[in-house]
């Protein structure tokens, strides 16, 4: 997903997965994901993804693009 690496922080980690494979689509309906893109900051799913797809403000918002804490 552009977004999320042109936001991410150069220490955070962006992993993009495959709803193709089983494995992570069952990881992602455990999680609450409902539809995709989704995107997760410190394992919470962000409210950004709630249907209408991800939006830069409320991605910086949930803490992406700043340091982790820690």
Do not use: F, H, Y
Request: charged residues 20%; glycine residues 12%.
């Amino acid at each position: 997903m552009e977004l999320a690496n042109r936001v991410a922080c150069p220490s955070c980690e962006v992993s993009i997965l495959d709803m193709n494979d089983q494995n992570v689509a069952g990881r992602a309906v455990s999680l609450g994901i409902r539809s995709v893109p989704a995107v997760m900051t410190d394992g919470k799913l962000a409210d950004c993804c709630a249907g209408r797809g991800p939006d830069e403000a409320v991605l910086r918002a949930a803490g992406l693009g700043g340091p982790i804490e820690g």
